[in-house]
T-cell receptor
Framework: GAVVSQHPSRVICKSGTSVKIECRSL??????MFWYRQFPKQSLMLMATSNEGSKATYEQGVEKDKFLINHASLTLSTLTVTSAHPEDSSFYICSASRGAGNTDTQYFGPGTRLTVL | RKEVEQDPGPFNVPEGATVAFNCTYS??????FFWYRQDCRKEPKLLMS???SGNEDGRFTAQLNRASQYISLLIRDSKLSDSATYLCVVNSGGYQKVTFGIGTKLQVIP
């Protein structure tokens, strides 16, 4: 199988603090990792795409200085939400793909629910 | 117009019924199409890819209509365990960029 884990699964933090979310591919090497967020009753929205060792590509409207992505190895990517505010409260999901082709399957992590007070 | 549009539902159907969902997409250059299933507050899981020729996996049948730019998912003999949100996912032609629909909620009732 292809298993992707995320940590933590749930985090509550105060406004102004930074939160780091880890995404790991446990049994395969992920050429590409993706970060999404999902607000209630809305679709998953792609935030950024990252390849190991390269800078992430951010979607329009996503602040790269606020959402720091590090893809240090083929099995680990991290998303840091800096100076979090209540409007950043959301469900953050990562996915990982073995290949770089358009038809390669994305395997999703279980998600991290962020609540900013 | 949204890139990927789905009727959010909910679709409430009795056990054993056949139910079909459609999903329309706006980018005619889209190359790959998928149906994912998402249970409440969980991550999406791939249900099936959608091919031009149509494909079937047990009780599930997916079809693609490029001329009208829509894909469909048919579920036969619905089970209670089929209750979930079904997400239409379209590769927009860019480097592995996919766009998710809002999802169609299915509730199978006894």
């Amino acid at each position: 199988g292809a298993v992707v884990s995320q940590h933590p699964s749930r985090v509550i933090c105060k406004s102004g603090t930074s939160v780091k979310i880890e995404c790991r591919s446990l049994d395969f090497q992920a050429t590409t990792m993706f970060w999404y967020r999902q607000f209630p009753k809305q679709s998953l929205m792609l935030m950024a795409t990252s390849n190991e060792g390269s800078k992430a590509t951010y979607e329009q409207g996503v602040e790269k200085d606020k959402f720091l992505i590090n893809h240090a190895s083929l099995t680990l990517s991290t998303l840091t939400v800096t100076s979090a505010h209540p409007e950043d409260s959301s469900f953050y999901i990562c996915s990982a793909s073995r290949g770089a082709g358009n038809t390669d399957t994305q395997y999703f992590g279980p998600g991290t629910r962020l609540t900013v007070l | 117009r949204k890139e990927v549009e789905q009727d959010p539902g909910p679709f409430n159907v009795p056990e054993g019924a056949t139910v079909a969902f459609n999903c329309t997409y706006s980018n005619s250059a889209s190359q790959s199409f998928f149906w994912y299933r998402q249970d409440c507050r969980k991550e999406p899981k791939l249900l099936m890819s959608v091919y031009s020729s149509g494909n079937e996996d047990g009780r599930f049948t997916a079809q693609l209509n490029r001329a009208s730019q829509y894909i469909s998912l048919l579920i036969r003999d619905s089970k209670l365990s089929d209750s979930a949100t079904y997400l239409c996912v379209v590769n927009s032609g860019g480097y592995q960029k996919v766009t998710f629909g809002i999802g169609t909620k299915l509730q199978v009732i006894p």
